[in-house]
Each structure stands twice: as structure tokens, then as C-alpha cells.
């Protein structure tokens, strides 16, 4: 494990609630880290300030930067990669914190597994740390996030163990440097939600692997889903958490799936909003109702987005795209 170099990218947002134990977790790595890199999108409170005070330097950029964009701004401030199989990228949310050996046992699972380019902890509640809330994800035929859980599923190791999955959270993902450079990084329309499955189904079709492993273990608060803090991204259409990601949820499915499943693809999304929005609407929550049918509307409109976005995962397969 001593041949490999992993940068950690921290990414804040208004994160000063969390961060100091964030901080702490990485500092405290049994694998030492070799550099960390924070970036900073413009954050209100006193994130910047509290990670400058631990001697990490900080990148700044515009408040409605999209969390993809933030890590790719780290990496080209990275010296030019040396030994392609042996640089790492590790993903940090400013709401995460990990257990002290987290890093050594993921590089651990690498080290035997040269196919795998992404690997990720077990993450549990950040509240309640019994609460497991992913050991690998994937997507649903409605664009869910599936994990395979139960609704708050308790954690006695039942789950436990190496497992090859499509993809990882963004929270402590680890990631090998060529191969996020080759396919590009995360995908500059998916400013926030989505961009770890996206990520995960491209470099599944590249040829590669993800796996989960639980013996590195994270705390998740999980700010942004659950509306602890203002999603600021550009495509956040007026700080609405619930439309952005059911539009990513459509967009995701739309670029990645396998042209012949298309028209029943667009089927299912039209359907499923509809019902959704029926639902929400029973609920007297007529602001949840549009945000369905908009998210996938919002799709059909701009046909050149979508377009352009199979045409690159096109150019980067190499197997056939199966998932969904």
C-alpha cells in the first residue's frame, strides 16, 4: 500500500456543523493521507475558515459551483500523474467522517483487485450509528437510488463484507486518478444528486469495477437530501432539493441505457411522474406534484443535452451498457 498516492478532496458548502469532526477524521487516517485539497463553494458560515485553521489549503470558488465541477477544479491543480495504477482520488463530503483505518482498508481491497477503479466505505447515520444507510448503490427502473435495504435497517454486520456493486456515494469514494480523468470526471449536468451512479454505470461500461467494503466505515449526515442545508447549485431551480433530483433521476437513465429500451424508458418516467404527482397532490403537496412532472419534463425540452451525452458515453464503452 506504500506505492500508492491518494489525494483527498474535501468539498464545503456551509458545512461548519459537521466539519470539525470531518476534519479530525481525516488527520487521524492510520494510513496517512498525502495531501489533502479542500474547495470551498462559497460558503457562508465559517467552513473555509475552520479548515484553513488545520493547516489544509483551500480553494475558492462561486457559491453555485456544482459538486462535480469542484472536484475536476482540484484535480487540475495536481502534478502530472506518475504511476497511473497507483494515484488515488478520495471523495470527502464536508458532512462525513470516517473511521481511522477507513482508507488503509480500502486500499487494502484495491491493492488485490486491479480491474477495480472505485471503492467506497460502509456508511451509516451520522446520528444514529447503527442506522446503515449504503454498502454500494444502484438505479432503479424509475431512476431511484437502490441500495437494497430495508427503511432504516439496522446494522449487525449482516451485510458486511467485499462486495461489487455498480457504484459508490460520492461520500468517501475512492477513485482511481486516470480513470476518473479518462472518462472525464463526474458529469458537468449532474451539479448535485445522481453523480455517483452516473459515474459508477460509465465506468462499469469502460470495463472496469466498483466495490463496497465494509470494513471501512462513514458517518453520513447527508445535509443536502435531507434539507439541513440550501442546495445552491445552478441547476437547483430555486433551492427545490426534490425537482433536481428526480430531473437527474430521468437524465441518468435517458444517457446511459441501451437505445432500445428508450421508448418504454420514456414511458415508465411520463407514467411514474404522473402517479407521483397524483399522490403528492392527494398529500396537499402541490409544490412536490409539479416538481415530478417538470423534473422529467424538463428533459424533452432541451433533446440536444441528451444527445450529446450518449454520444460521449458512446465513445467510452467498451461493454454493453445492461443495467437498466
Known sequence: MSSHRVTAILVLHDGATWLPEVVVSLTSQTR????????????????????????IPVLTMDRDTGFGEAISHAVATLPVIVAPENEWLWIIHDDISLQPDALENLLAEVETRPSVAMAGPKILGWH????????????????????????????????????????????GALIRRDVFEKLGGFDPNLDLFRDDVDFGWRLYSAG????????AVAFHAEASANER???????????????????????VLLVNSSWWRLPLLTVQLLA??????IAFLFAKLPGYAGDEILAVGTQFLHPAELVRARKVRKTQRLVPSGIA
Request: glycine share 8%; hydrophobic share 45%; proline share 2%.
Open 128 to 171: 444514529n450509528r447503527t442506522h446503515l444507510l449504503e454498502i454500494g448503490i444502484s438505479i432503479a427502473a424509475n431512476g431511484n437510488r437502490w441500495t437494497g435495504l430495508e427503511p432504516a435497517e439496522y446494522d449487525q454486520g449482516q451485510r458486511d463484507g467485499v462486495h461489487e456493486v455498480l457504484a459508490v456515494s460520492t461520500a
Open 272 to 277: 411514474g411522474a404522473i402517479f407521483r404527482s
Open 208 to 215: 472496469f469495477a466498483a466495490i463496497a467494503v465494509s470494513s
Open 32 to 55: 496517512q493521507i498525502d495531501q489533502i485539497i479542500a474547495v470551498d463553494t462559497g460558503s457562508l458560515d465559517s467552513s473555509a475558515q475552520l479548515v484553513k485553521g488545520a493547516r
Open 229 to 251: 442545508r440550501s442546495v445552491d447549485v445552478a441547476e437547483a431551480f430555486l433551492h427545490r432539493p426534490l425537482l433536481l433530483d428526480r430531473r437527474n433521476a430521468a437524465y
